[in-house]
């Protein structure tokens, strides 16, 4: 293939529409976030395995020369031997700690979950938001042009000896302010397009060509039922993984008290030495446990305690937290939905109706310029308006999918 062809090859796919669930899932590919969270789980994991198997078990290796026969296993002043030894957990400290990383283990991976759930929300906010700042940039070009075409057409009558000369001056003012809005929009374009392009780990100045054109005449508001507030609250008990991070924190510190409860119990310890000079085998037997306290257990115990408790407190405001995000989307959505469903037909299209008339009122030496300035200025405002409630629809369902814990492309998560 020849170099030109490569070029327009790469300028095609660089052209071609992406749509929001692209965005979503190039995100969750290469946004750091995932990378970050994918290490965190690897190392909780990592952590909870080294616990839950048994430990290995320890080889030492001593030689003995001197006057004193104490140290040395054949009673000679010279000796060498291995030692074996290892403790038996009968207190269940290490039981627990095992228990206590398994449940940290599976918060890492809920909070994983819900990082994945709240990076596709911002994507997905951030693709509308994009898509309204380009067709508002869009918007504010031809109003632009549309303000010129008055001007020229407002100086033509001037000469003509149709319009006076403070027509043509406030038809070049309405001009300038189409400049300025294009300009601002353009700014406000420039800024979506940074914050999505971070969000997708591209560079900042990639152009990016969205599958929906939020300015086109067929733009419509996405067709969406409310689900009632109870069945929300349902699904998100179910899937939220906040809510189960939460309940798994719990579980973490319910285990580090009882962890800190069986210090006060005996462990057993095991020891093999065996000489190797002389064929004698001997076998230590201990119990180890704290005789006298003089408060430092009773107040570790207390801590853990009191943490246990932090814990089960913290998991009831995020209970809390959870239902007032499903209750905020649940009327988000009503709201937008209700707002975008007659703003069309009663707001925009009456606006385009309106500056129908006063251009040929203007044109046909009925009105001044006075209505067809307003006229425009309405449209503008119409045409913005819908735009704002068209993503405000798609937002609010963004808000509700989150809320309810359910990321359309995360990937599943493992749990132990």
Not at 118 to 127: K, P
Not at 166 to 186: E, P
Not at 217 to 232: E, F, G, H
Not at 335 to 351: H, M, N, Q, R, V
Request: glycine share 6%; with cysteine; hydrophobic share 45%.
């Amino acid at each position: 293939m020849s170099l030109c062809a490569l070029v327009l090859a790469a300028g095609a796919f660089a052209r071609t529409p992406i749509t929001v669930e692209d965005a979503v899932k190039t995100g969750l590919d290469k946004n750091p976030q995932v990378a970050a969270g994918r290490a965190g789980v690897a190392s909780a994991l990592a952590n909870y395995q080294s616990l839950a198997i048994l430990p290995p078990v320890t080889l030492g290796a001593t030689h003995v020369q001197g006057t004193s026969t104490a140290p040395t296993i054949n009673g000679a002043n010279n000796d060498t031997f291995l030692d074996f030894g290892e403790t038996l957990d009968l207190s269940g400290q290490r039981r627990y700690q095992a228990a206590g990383a398994g449940s940290t283990y599976r918060a890492t991976v809920y909070l994983f979950d819900e990082t994945l759930l709240v990076l596709e929300q911002e994507i997905r906010d951030a693709y509308w938001a994009l898509a309204a700042a380009q067709a508002q940039t869009k918007i504010a070009d031809v109003s632009l042009k549309e303000a010129q075409r008055v001007y020229e057409l407002t100086v033509q009558q001037e000469r003509a000896g149709a319009a006076p000369r403070g027509d043509v001056v406030r038809s070049s003012i309405d001009v300038a302010n189409a400049k300025q809005t294009l300009i601002a929009a353009q700014g406000a374009e420039r800024t979506s397009l940074l914050a999505f392009n971070a969000l997708l780990a591209k560079a900042p100045d990639t152009p990016e060509t969205l599958a929906d054109d939020l300015a086109s005449d067929s733009a419509r508001a996405p067709a969406a039922q409310v689900p009632t507030i109870q069945d929300l609250n349902q699904e998100a008990k179910q899937n939220r993984p906040l809510l189960k991070a939460a309940a798994e924190q719990t579980s973490v510190a319910r285990y580090a008290f009882k962890q800190t409860e069986a210090s006060r119990l005996p462990d057993f310890t095991v020891d093999y030495q065996r000489s190797l000079k002389n064929p004698i085998d001997t076998f230590l037997f201990g119990l180890s446990f704290p005789l006298l306290d003089f408060g430092s257990v009773d107040k570790s115990i207390k801590a853990a305690k009191e943490t246990q408790k932090q814990a089960e407190a913290q998991q009831v405001q995020t209970e809390q937290q959870v239902a007032q995000q499903v209750s905020q989307a649940h009327s988000d959505l009503e709201i937008a939905i209700e707002a975008a469903a007659s703003y069309k037909k009663e707001i925009l299209d009456p606006s385009v109706t309106l500056l129908s008339m006063a251009q040929l009122g203007y044109q046909q030496g009925a009105t001044g310029i006075l209505p067809v300035i307003d006229a425009e200025s309405t449209i503008r405002d119409a045409r913005v308006g819908y735009i704002n409630a068209l993503v405000a629809v798609y937002k609010a369902q963004d808000e509700v999918l989150a809320a309810v814990g359910r990321p359309a492309l995360a990937p599943p998560a493992k749990k132990p």
